[in-house]
């Protein structure tokens, strides 16, 4: 089985592309909320990281991927910009203090993992994130694993929703699908703003009590 930090690093080089429209949209959500410090969970290669570093947002972010972080620091250093960026696990402590951030995003990452860890990650998004924070979330549909059995792909079942892909760009990478349900159940300490479904993935945009 292809070493799954291996797979994120191929992965990364494949699939970056275009900033998400919804980023674009937060990005001016926070300019009128004043909210200035952002956090990237499973920043990847940086694109959107590295967009929100161009508008002058005080960007963190981490990833799994060795080779990703250093492509996205060489990315850095080119645009004369400064970001914190570390390899960093999300089955582990972030290394963060409590209450660091406005905002957190998790675009297509924390599903990458078990139910275990996927909680795990979502409390410590609840941690470094300051009372009134806003999150933004993209998970894949349960929907989304239908049409992929459908078409054939191979999956190694873990649990009830999580499956490790056996052969191709992610094979080793546990993917976890979510039912609409399991999202309002996962994220119920904060206060859901929105949760739309779009190119077979919830995305939820939710904030933390005052």
């Not at 930090?5 to 191929?10: Q, V, Y």
């Not at 926070?30 to 952002?38: I, R």
């Not at 972080?69 to 970001?83: F, M, S, Y």
């Not at 996927?118 to 979330?137: A, K, T």
């Amino acid at each position: 089985m292809t070493d799954a930090r291996e797979s994120w690093g191929d992965w990364y080089e494949k699939v970056e592309g275009d900033i998400d429209p919804d980023v674009v949209e937060l990005r001016e959500q926070l300019e009128e909320e004043d909210k200035d410090s952002v956090l990237d969970v499973g920043c990847g290669a940086g694109r959107h990281l590295l967009y929100l570093t161009q508008n002058e947002l005080d960007a963190h972010g981490f990833d799994f991927s060795e080779s990703a972080v250093a492509k996205l620091r060489g990315e850095l250093d080119e645009l004369g910009a400064e970001a914190d960026v570390q390899v960093a696990d999300m089955a582990e402590k972030f290394p963060y203090d409590g209450e660091q951030f406005d905002t957190v995003l998790a675009i297509r990452s924390i599903h990458h993992a078990d139910l275990s860890t996927i909680n795990h990650s979502v409390d410590e998004i609840f941690r470094v994130l300051r009372p009134s924070g806003l999150i933004y979330v993209q998970v894949p549909t349960y929907e989304k694993l239908e049409k992929l059995r459908g078409g054939g792909e191979e999956f190694e079942e873990v649990e009830p929703g999580t499956n490790i892909p056996l052969k191709g760009p992610e094979e080793g990478v546990p993917h976890h699908n979510f039912k609409r349900e399991e999202v309002h159940e996962i994220f119920s300490d904060f206060e859901i703003e929105a949760l739309d479904k779009r190119d077979d993935h919830y995305n939820l945009l939710a904030r933390k009590a005052p």
